[in-house]
């Protein structure tokens, strides 16, 4: 990957109106083609040990660099940063799939399920509880932890979910109320040989824990 997309993203952070945008269109259709190609690429590799993506296009899975900004109160016109969501059905899904996203000193490789609905949330936990052996060895597992150190810590709230015994040894899994997983990426990284294949290996050990999650939301 080059340097292009980075590049553009910061100077937007600088100059976040409509204006600089329109004046520089050409750089962020660069940066945005060099992203679209790079998503792109991802998708049938990711198909060959998830064939839950094989069927979707890098379009779908992008999300627009236009903010909603009718309630909120910065009212920046653009995000800073690109990212993509690979998943059956695309961006839109709410269900399990794998996150790529770039930004000037955030960037990350991640997945799983962001900010699920109440009856989401509730079988995801069920799942885990009852089937806490085999979830604990997904997160045990050498692969996974070569990426990620558990479930990212962010969204979860301070008392044990009601409907689950409070002295159930791990309770403190079940009161997460997202269930993702990240792994972050220097620059030096996002700019070495490497990325493309260092990316899919991320995403592989990732998938026995998005199946795990997908089962419980069928």
């Known amino acids: 990957m080059n340097k292009v997309i980075l590049s553009f993203l910061k100077e937007l952070e600088k100059n976040n109106n409509r204006d600089w945008f329109q004046a520089n269109k050409s750089l962020y259709e660069e940066a945005k083609n060099e992203f679209e190609d790079f998503i792109g690429n991802l998708i049938p590799v990711i198909a060959k040990f998830d064939d839950s993506v094989k069927l979707i296009t890098a379009k779908e899975s992008i999300f627009r660099i236009y ?53 989401i949330m509730k079988k995801v936990r069920q799942e885990i509880y009852y089937n806490i052996k085999e979830f604990k060895s997904i997160l045990d597992k050498r692969e996974f932890q070569e990426y990620y150190s558990g479930i990212d810590d962010w969204d979860r709230q301070k008392l044990a979910p009601k409907e689950f015994p409070k002295d159930f ?35 592989r050990a990732m998938q026995p824990y998005n199946a795990f999650l997908a089962r419980a939301i069928e």
């Not at 961006?91 to 996150?99: D, E, I, L, T, V």
């Not at 899994?173 to 991320?202: C, Q």
Request: with cysteine.
């Open 67 to 119: 903010r909603d900004v009718r309630f909120a109160k910065d009212k920046s016109p653009y995000k800073t940063n690109f990212g993509a969501f690979l998943a059956k059905g695309g961006k839109k899904n709410h269900g399990p799939g794998y996150y790529f996203h770039m930004e000037p000193g955030n960037c990350l490789l991640s997945g799983g399920i962001w900010m699920p609905s109440p009856d």
């Open 169 to 203: 040894p791990d309770i403190e899994l079940l009161k997460n109320r997202s269930f993702t997983v990240s792994h972050p990426l220097t620059e030096k990284k996002l700019y070495s040989a490497t990325l493309f294949d260092y990316v899919i290996k991320g995403y």
